[in-house]
């Protein structure tokens, strides 16, 4: 099966965080036809190619495997139409809208192009496979189970994430890179009753939709300007029912910062918020607040990232993206490890419609039109982007292993 094709059938059959089983056991096949010694069940779902190829330092290339509860719409021959039962046990929509079915087809395509150049390399690369990157608890579940002590230590962890970038392009940041996350879920308690007597309840959806709109002036209005944060409402449940006011109301949401001093006040103004709207709201029982899932902000090594940008240069134009206020968990693997992390962007997005735009505003502004990613309508190109990113890869761990005879 060409690498495009693996692509394809892996979009079409995504999994949710710990659910990637038949993503595991594709990449484990393709691993063990290569003759990759192969190891599956780490962490839970990850999997674990070792290549062993003379002394040398040890490299870990990451990619993640799981996919997100979304309705696709793209129109593709290949899109999904699977379903699942999530971590909440609803039933949803299963589609590979952040691109990690790029980042499996990508390390594979790169696992095979270093064991066809293995005369070039001497050293170790660890090709990990991750699962549940979506609910930060995949890097730190392999390395809960060992990953270092069964695999070894690596010098350096490398990886990419696929964006709306022009496909072909590739952009590092030195320093903070990726944003902290902290996953939210919040239930508001109320007393429910008939929808056409309101008086004898305390509706909470009201309550909701306040604690919604009141959230919002904490980015607005107590982190400073020089300072950045994000804070999205992402799910809101309540009901069954259009006249039955329900007894509780459950929202979701996310935190992004990169400072643990604003991180902690978000934070705090949250739980503020959330039961002072309770209170006016006249509830009987405090709201729950519970934290689900938190991890810091990707740091990348400044020093790597430039020795890693000047071999990725080879590859294809390297842009700095600024701050990226979405998050990854790769690097809990380096900082577990104490060594540096390089983490960078793939562009994925057909460069016809960047064609015109010759600025960094007009190219912004073209990313900014695009479907980005968790879009129902988040589509990768195939090519150039699986091609560019086979050779990113490739380039990013031959500038950390050196040349094979080389002395050291």
Known sequence: MSLADLYRDLHSHPELSFQETRTAGVVADRLRSLGVETTTGVGGTGVVGVLRNGAGPTVLLRADMDALPVLERTGLEYASTARAVDRDGHEVPVAHACGHDVHVACLLGAVEALLARRDTWSGTVLAVFQPAEEVGGGAQAMIDDGLFERFGRPDVVLGQHVAPLPAGVLAVRPGPAFAGSDTVRVTLHGAGGHGSRPETTVDPIVMAAATVMRLQTIVAREVGGTETAVLSVGTLRAGTKENIIPDDAELGLTVRSFDPAVRTRVLAAV??????????????????????????????????????????????????????????????????????????????????????????????????????????????????????????????????LPSAGADR
């Open 271 to 400: 739980e503020r918020i959330v039961r002072a709207e309770a209170a006016a709201s006249g509830a009987a029982e405090d709201p729950d607040i519970t934290v689900l899932d938190t991890f810091p902000p990707l740091v990348n090594d400044e020093d790597a990232a430039a020795r890693t940008a000047a071999a990725l240069g080879a590859v294809g134009p390297v842009v700095d993206p600024g701050l990226v206020t979405g998050s990854e968990d790769v690097g809990l693997f380096a900082t577990a490890a104490g060594v540096p992390c390089v983490y960078w962007l793939l562009g994925g997005a057909d460069p016809a419609a960047f064609a015109g735009a010759t600025s960094r505003d007009e190219l912004v502004a073209v990313v900014a039109s695009l479907p980005s990613n968790h879009s129902p309508l988040f589509a990768p190109v195939v090519e150039p982007t699986l091609a560019t990113g086979v050779r990113a890869l490739v380039a990013a761990a031959q500038e950390w």
